[in-house]
């Protein structure tokens, strides 16, 4: 039942399917190459797009209303929604999820909720959550509070936070 024979294809089959490995990483990596051109190869600009950029050499932004206008003019309605993207790990019933609840959470003090264990991160940037640090910390958690067990990227659009600290504050309440 077990003889040479046996023994050889079952060798020849491991070889077989190593080389078939082999080759289709050095296709992989040929038809995916990550290098400088695609393929390697260094290649000149081809045309440069021209910024209005000061002599700092950063790009000039546009300033909005700040955040205490659009606060007064936020949406409590658009605010529940915008907190769809929150619920995946925060709960507005008291209890903790992957994050902890957030009802309430205007006026808490930071790192105030019972039961949760937090990073430590956030306690050394500011003692309250006022919508101002809210709306910091929602438009970038990693770079208001670096070191924070949050892995959001954020919300970017300055109207959408204050929609969502707006709903936050009605259900602060």
Not at 49 to 61: H, R, S, W
Not at 69 to 78: E, F, G, N
Not at 137 to 145: R, T
Request: proline share 3%; aromatic share 10%; glycine share 14%.
């Amino acid at each position: 039942m077990f003889d040479t024979m046996t023994l050889t294809k079952a060798g020849g089959a491991f070889c077989g399917a190593l080389l078939v490995f082999l080759l289709g990483k050095w296709a992989a990596e040929i038809v995916y190459a990550t290098e400088a051109g695609g393929h390697g190869e260094e290649h000149a600009q081809a045309y440069v797009i021209e910024t209005d950029e000061d002599e700092g050499g950063a790009a000039e932004e546009e300033e909005g209303p700040d955040f205490a206008t659009l606060l007064a003019s936020a949406d409590v309605d658009s605010g529940a929604r915008v907190f769809g993207k929150c619920k995946a790990c925060h709960k507005i019933d008291g209890s903790n999820a992957t994050g902890p609840y957030l009802d309430g959470v205007v006026g808490r003090a930071v790192g105030g909720v019972d039961g949760y264990s937090y990073s430590g991160a956030l306690v050394e940037v500011a003692e309250t959550w006022t919508p101002e640090n809210l709306n910091a910390f929602i438009e970038d958690p990693k770079g208001f509070a670096p070191g924070t067990k949050m892995s959001f990227a954020g919300i970017r659009k300055a109207g959408d936070r204050a929609d969502l600290v707006a709903y936050l504050q009605s259900i602060s309440e």
